[in-house]
């Protein structure tokens, strides 16, 4: 009767024979997840870079938006003496606001946070399912769905437009930039959100393109992942924006 040696049984384990057969594929086995063996250790540290990256971009925005407010409520609680009547008055100049116009650009930044809620879950479904889906004769899920990050970018951009027929309302009532009072920090408060409202279409963009050429999950995860709470950060923060304006003018 043949004995097997110790060699034999660990070359047994080794090859993954014995005791049920072959071990499962591990999490970065390739296939269709295309991460070069990239294993969960490496996706964690990747996330939480990510993630401080995040909260330290986040905290200084809030820093500079705080910075503006306080200037705000001090000018606006600001009084002169006039030369030549001696009588304290206010310098501050209040602005009429398109509220319709910017009630109706918040309700489209919004729903944009909705939407792009919808394509992080949908991705972080995949994500979970993709080592199933790697399993040889089971075939990924290839059903049509909603291109909920492609309209999150429309939303943007018809916010971004909305941002600009507000400011071309003032500007034919005749508030301007150089306008002392509301006016100025209107276009300030208002344009440097708009530009931070780009900067995170150009990464939902970019979360586009790399979902497009099938680069890793991981990868689109990590992405999606930032770009959803760095535009839920920008729905709050116009918010408080709004509330800002709506209070001063």
């Known amino acids: 009767m043949p004995v097997a040696t110790p060699s034999s049984t660990i070359d047994r384990l080794n090859s993954g024979q014995g005791r049920g057969g072959l071990h499962p594929p591990g999490y970065g086995g390739g296939g269709d997840r295309g991460n070069g063996g990239e294993g969960p250790p490496e996706y964690e540290r990747r996330l939480y870079r990510a993630r401080l990256a995040l909260v ?8 500079l938006f705080v910075t503006v407010t306080v200037a705000l409520l001090w000018w606006q609680s600001n009084v002169a ?3 030549d009547t001696y009588v ?3 310098a501050w100049a209040p602005v009429s606001l398109p509220i319709r116009l910017l009630l109706w650009n918040t309700f489209v930044l919004l729903l944009a946070s909705g939407t792009i809620e919808m394509a992080r ?3 972080a479904r995949d994500m979970l399912l993709a080592p199933v889906h790697a399993i040889a004769g089971i075939a990924p899920d290839r059903q049509w769905r909603f291109p909920w990050l492609a309209m999150t970018v429309a939303l943007g951009l018809a916010f971004l437009g909305g941002q600009w027929l507000a400011w071309e309302a003032l500007h034919r009532h005749g508030f301007h930039v150089s306008t002392v009072g509301m006016s100025s920090f209107f276009y300030l408060l208002t344009g440097a959100h708009a530009l931070h409202v780009s900067g995170g279409i150009i990464a939902l963009l970019y979360a586009c393109a790399i979902a497009l050429l099938h680069r890793s999950i991981e990868h689109r995860r990590i992405i999606l992942e930032i770009a959803a709470w760095y535009w839920h950060f920008m729905g709050v923060l116009w918010l408080g924006i709004f509330a800002l304006l709506q209070f001063g003018h």
Request: charged share 10%; hydrophobic share 45%.
């Open 121 to 123: 879950r949908n991705l």
């Open 88 to 90: 304290h008055v206010r």
């Open 56 to 63: 330290l971009a986040m905290g200084s925005i809030c820093v």
């Open 81 to 83: 003496a006039n030369s």
